[in-house]
């Protein structure tokens, strides 16, 4: 008999590839029917939720398990479980108690928490399927910009790979920007080196991924923290440019926790570390606990 589940969605994509990916993992093992909800303002999940009714989901079959990345979604979980039954999984530190939901996936930059319905992870979730045909011969270079994290310097990052490109063996570069990226550097790029660039506004929907389980090698700049993990899950072999840091926080202690356990070496070295033999899938472990703690009769 397949699992049911009801996805709510918010529409932001960093949190639709988290759930797809857990999903993608689940589907991997188990028969799953999947049902998207989509979320957008969190109060109407808590009207919901007073009146024991969630009328989103009415002509939906009861769900086995209810998942949701983001904080609109929080109080939709809880109403439609409330109305229809299921477990609640909600992916990150919610803003409500830990103890309203079955199930919280959070990232340990997030902090670590001994709660039995708490699985701690190594970065957020992604939709990102390890392997491929990585071939030596081809690097990826995928560049973030500036944020409340991190300064931005066009000129650090132009240096960085001008060497790059001078000490790596490979053939064939090929480069990612993201909504962040300046466009001073894309035109700087343009102008310095021959690499394919793909600007994010054009890039195909499956681009990042495709690129992933073709490179050999990723050079991500340390600020891009979901794609060091998306590569880190590809299994290339992963290096990090050089980002200044305004000060030290969450997020760059999560990086530092990647360098200190040899997942990738320190920023602006330019030698990528092996890294362990098996890639980093953490979307694969929290399927594994949810189909042996709760799904081991489908």
């Not at 303002?41 to 079959?61: H, I, N, Q």
């Not at 979980?77 to 409500?96: D, I, N, Q």
């Not at 923290?225 to 997020?251: C, D, F, H, I, K």
Request: charged share 20%; aromatic share 6%.
């Amino acid at each position: 008999m397949p699992v049911t589940l009801w996805r709510f969605v918010d529409g932001k994509a960093g949190h639709d590839a988290q759930s797809r990916g857990l999903v993608t993992a689940l589907q991997e093992q188990l028969a799953v029917d999947v049902f998207d909800i989509p979320v957008e303002k969190a109060g109407s999940g808590f009207r919901s939720w007073l009146t024991a009714r969630y009328d989103p989901g009415r002509e939906l079959p009861a769900p086995d398990l209810l998942l949701g990345a983001g904080h609109a979604t929080h109080w939709h979980l809880l109403a439609a479980r409330r109305h229809r039954g299921g477990r609640a999984v909600v992916l990150m530190k919610p803003t409500l108690p830990l103890a309203c939901f079955d199930l919280c996936l959070v990232p340990e930059h997030d902090g670590r928490f001994t709660a039995a319905n708490v699985l701690t992870t190594r970065g957020v979730l992604n939709a990102i399927t390890p392997g491929g045909a990585h071939d030596a011969g081809t690097g990826l270079v995928l560049l973030g910009g500036p944020s409340r994290h991190y300064r931005w310097d066009d000129e650090g990052i132009l240096s960085q790979l001008g060497r790059l490109l001078q000490q790596r063996p490979v053939k064939r570069w090929m480069l990612g920007t993201s909504p962040r990226t300046p466009a001073s550097l894309l035109q700087a790029l343009d102008d310095r080196y021959g690499m394919e660039i793909t600007p994010w506004e054009s890039a195909p929907q499956d681009w990042l991924a495709d690129s992933l389980a073709t490179a050999g090698e990723a050079w991500v700049s340390e600020d891009s923290v979901s794609m060091v993990y998306e590569a880190l899950t590809a299994g290339a072999r992963v290096g990090l440019l050089q980002v200044p840091r305004r000060r030290a926080n969450r997020v760059t202690d999560g990086i530092d926790a990647l360098v200190q356990d040899q997942w990738v070496a320190a920023p602006g070295s330019l030698q990528p570390l092996a890294g362990p033999q098996q890639p980093l899938n953490e979307a694969q472990r929290c399927a594994d606990w949810i189909r042996v703690h709760w799904l081991t009769n489908h």
